[in-house]
C-alpha cells in the first residue's frame, strides 16, 4: 500500500501564479485534511472533508480553495499564491470517527513550497 | 490558535537514557495523540490515549494523561539513535460527526551516540 501520496513534492511559484497540490490516499479512509507546516508553528489545519462532495473550512483557509470529488482524492487549490504562502503543505487522511479505533491520522510526506 | 504546547521545545540527551516531553492543552478532548516527525518527513502516528484513560504504553513508549491538569507526557526509555525527531502532540477536538486534530508546535530530540 502506498498510503498518502502527495504530489508534486517541491515547487517554486511567482507571486500571483496559481497551482493544484493533489493528494491521493489508497487506504479507503472517510476523511481527508490539508495543513501546513511553519517553522516554530507546528500544523496548521487548512481544509478538511469528511466525505466525498463535502468539504470544511480549518484555521487557515484564507487565500486555499479545496475540492474532494473523488473519496480517494484531496485537491489544495492556490489561485493566486503569495509569498506568505510559502510553506510545507501536508495531506493526511483517516478513518471517521465511529471506526477510528486507535487510528491516527495517515501523513503524506509533504509538498514544500516557495513563493517567490 | 493550538490547543497544544510542547514542553521543553528541545531536548538532547545520550543514548539509552529516556527522554521525557510534556504537552498541556486548553480545552476538553476526546483523546490526545503523539506523532514523530523525522526530518523533512511526515508525520508518524505513534500512540492515541482516551480522554478516559491515564497511562498507556506501546514498546519504549508510555504516555499519561491527567485531564485534571490538561496535560500529557511522553516518555521514550532507552533511546536511540534512531529516536532523532520532532514529537507532536495533538489534541482531537472533534465534534460528534467530525474528526480534527489540533498539533503543537513540537519537541525536537537529539539522541546522541
Known amino acids: 500500500n502506498a498510503g498518502v501520496t502527495q504530489t508534486p513534492k517541491f515547487r517554486v511559484l511567482k507571486t500571483g501564479q496559481s497551482m493544484t497540490l493533489l493528494c491521493a490516499q489508497d487506504?479507503?479512509?472517510?476523511?481527508m485534511y490539508w495543513y501546513r507546516q511553519d517553522p516554530g508553528m507546528g500544523l496548521r489545519l487548512i481544509h478538511y472533508?469528511?466525505?466525498?462532495?463535502?468539504?470544511a473550512k480549518g484555521e487557515v483557509p484564507d487565500g486555499y480553495n479545496v475540492s474532494r470529488l473523488k473519496k480517494q482524492n484531496f485537491l489544495l487549490g492556490l489561485e493566486s499564491a503569495a509569498p506568505s504562502q510559502t510553506s510545507v503543505y501536508f495531506c493526511?487522511?483517516?478513518?471517521?470517527?465511529?471506526?477510528?479505533?486507535?487510528?491516527?491520522?495517515?501523513f503524506g510526506s509533504g509538498t514544500r513550497l516557495t513563493v517567490v | 490558535s493550538q490547543q497544544g504546547e510542547e514542553d521543553p521545545q528541545a531536548l538532547s540527551i545520550q543514548e539509552g537514557e529516556n527522554a521525557t516531553m510534556n504537552c498541556s492543552y486548553k480545552?476538553?478532548?476526546?483523546?490526545l495523540q503523539w506523532y514523530r516527525q523525522n526530518s523533512g518527513r511526515g508525520l508518524v502516528h505513534l500512540i492515541l490515549?482516551?480522554?478516559?484513560?491515564r497511562e498507556k504504553h506501546s514498546g519504549r513508549l508510555r504516555v499519561t494523561l491527567d485531564t485534571s491538569k490538561k496535560s500529557s507526557s511522553l516518555l521514550i526509555t532507552a533511546s536511540r539513535a534512531a529516536d532523532t525527531a520532532s514529537y507532536f502532540c495533538?489534541?482531537?477536538?472533534?465534534?460528534?460527526?467530525?474528526?480534527?486534530?489540533?498539533f503543537g508546535a513540537g519537541t525536537t530530540v537529539t539522541v546522541r551516540a
Open positions: 472533508s469528511v466525505g466525498e462532495g463535502t468539504t
Open positions: 493526511a487522511s483517516s478513518y471517521s470517527i465511529l471506526r477510528q479505533g486507535d487510528y491516527g491520522y495517515t
Open positions: 495533538a489534541t482531537d477536538l472533534g465534534s460528534s460527526n467530525d474528526y480534527k486534530l489540533s
Open positions: 480545552t476538553s478532548i476526546n483523546n
Open positions: 490515549i482516551r480522554s478516559n484513560e
Open positions: 487506504m479507503n479512509h472517510e476523511y
